[in-house]
């Protein structure tokens, strides 16, 4: 079932094309990677998915529906954007910063803890925010969105100023979810190693959709070149 369908997409600010002509759906329990070289729109791709930028042409349907007239189904989406804002001076633990970004009618005994364990964080429930490694974090707040029982995750860059262990537990985490819950993925990364290993499709963007389909078939050398150079170099999955 496609939780998420997007048809002729195009994105206009300050009178310059960051997007057009692209196409997109995401279905039940897969992992989709989007692709591309910098300043491609990947991260304006996901914010206008979500209704956060304008579109100046095209449609998006969430769970069937314009991301405007989503009403409760908006709680069925978890967003953690590349660059949160948290001040992490600030003497907050783990569970209290849940506390404060979940709404009451999600925190039932225990509602934090399980989510928590569920990302395997349970853990740092009592730990200071401004403690956490990055790939810490990154778990935190995935399971933060957790607590609204989403269908679907939109993560931009996810592994960013994360180390190798944290990254391989992050995405240990996005494939439990996806084969545990049958959650949607859509994730942004530069990683094709992590693409070929976890993608269960891959949609490649340079201001307009590129290419799409299986990263095995998708993912040549000469599909990358054409992406990103002639600097670009392809990674192996190696199993």
């Known amino acids: 079932m496609a939780i998420l369908t997007a048809q002729g997409l195009k994105v206009v600010i300050r009178d310059r094309v960051v997007l057009e002509h692209v196409d997109l759906t995401v279905e039940s329990g897969e992992i989709v990677a989007l692709i591309g070289p910098n300043g491609a729109g990947k991260t304006t791709l996901l914010k206008a998915i979500l209704g956060l930028v304008p579109l100046a042409a095209g449609e998006v349907r969430l769970f069937g529906k314009p991301p405007g007239a989503l009403g409760p189904d908006r709680d069925r989406i978890g967003y953690v954007p590349q660059n949160m804002e948290l001040d992490r001076t600030v003497p907050i633990t783990v569970e ?5 970004y979940t709404p009451r009618r999600y925190l039932g005994p225990g509602a934090i803890r399980k989510a928590l ?3 395997d964080a349970e853990r740092l429930a009592r730990q200071r925010v401004g403690a956490l490694s990055g790939g810490e974090l990154q778990r935190v707040l995935i399971a933060l969105s957790l607590l609204r029982d989403p269908a679907m995750l939109f993560l931009d860059e996810p592994a960013t100023g994360v180390d ?5 537990l992050l995405y240990d985490t996005l494939e439990h979810l996806r084969s545990e819950r049958g959650m949607a993925v859509l994730m942004v990364s530069h990683d094709f190693s992590v693409v070929y290993r976890h993608a269960s499709r891959v949609v490649c963007i340079n201001r307009r959709l590129m290419c799409a389909g299986v990263p095995s078939e998708v993912l040549t050398e000469e599909t990358l070149e054409h992406l990103y150079g002639h600097e670009a170099a392809l990674y192996e999955h190696r199993g």
Do not use: P, W
């Open 96 to 100: 209290e910063l849940i506390g404060i």
């Open 117 to 119: 364990a569920e990302v």
């Open 164 to 168: 190798r262990e944290g990254q391989r």
